[in-house]
């Protein structure tokens, strides 16, 4: 295949499509997108930056993963530059730096970037990199959580149910929570499984928990956390 068709199928493919296509061989997949990178394309530069940082295809490396992240934002590529901001974030492939990582996170969240404004929302639910305001992270949920985030709807009705910088207000923490759940998020089926518990609807709530657990355990990871 060519580098213009390469180019060509890259640049009109999403990443989940991406991924799902070149499933049977990350080798080569590492290889095509490795090629539409050094030609420029940011949404290649994107991806094998997360081959890199994720080890698929190649060997891992989260410093030059961080180099693709960078080199991507500097077309003002949005989701490159939340990349940038989770690598300074968790310290990936460098130092960490919370106000760094803040930084890129607002910058992506405020040209429309749903996983940036997450994060954007936990920065400022934890004070971290800035100064803590639940309003402010409140805000940044709901922005990501209309745009269909399914763990940004899970926060949003956290913050509703807790009243983190907005009113409590039950009822829309539990639409949602069912948004979330319904999207296939496991902590927001648990969450929506609590409240129709809580309800008096048992075998509803049996059949979400079921869910629930089920998501966490493909996730390795617990159901309950503390920013949901």
């Known amino acids: 295949m060519s580098t213009v068709s390469i180019m060509s199928l890259l640049g009109q ?17 590492a290889d095509w997108v490795y090629v539409a990178a050094i030609e ?3 949404q290649a530069q994107v991806c094998y930056g997360r081959m890199l940082l994720e080890g698929t295809g190649v060997t891992k490396d989260p410093a030059q993963a961080l180099k693709w ?5 500097l077309a003002h590529d949005a989701e490159a530059i939340n990349m940038v901001g989770r690598c300074l974030d968790n310290g990936w492939g460098t130092a960490e730096d919370p106000v760094g990582a803040a930084e890129c996170f607002l910058r992506a969240a405020d040209s429309g970037n749903a996983w940036a404004q997450y994060n954007m929302g936990h920065m400022y639910l934890d004070g971290r990199g ?5 309003t402010l992270a409140y805000r940044y949920y709901l922005m990501a959580a209309e745009q269909q985030h399914e763990r940004a709807m899970n926060l949003a009705g956290r913050c509703c149910e807790e009243g983190w910088g907005t009113a409590r207000n039950l009822e829309a923490a ?19 499984a609590s409240l129709l518990r809580k309800a008096g609807r048992f075998e509803e709530a049996a ?6 657990a089920a998501g ?11 920013a949901g």
């Open 130 to 134: 800035v100064t803590r305001d639940r």
């Open 207 to 212: 059949g979400w928990f079921a869910r629930a």
């Open 216 to 226: 966490a355990l493909a996730a390795n990871s617990p159901i309950i956390a503390p």
């Open 40 to 42: 420029g394309l940011a």
């Open 174 to 192: 539990a639409g949602w929570y069912r948004r979330s759940a319904e999207a296939g998020y496991f902590r927001g089926q648990y969450n929506w």
């Open 13 to 29: 493919m999403s990443m989940p499509r991406l991924q799902a296509l070149f499933a049977q061989n990350a080798r080569r997949a």
């Open 69 to 73: 992240f960078r080199r991507a934002a």
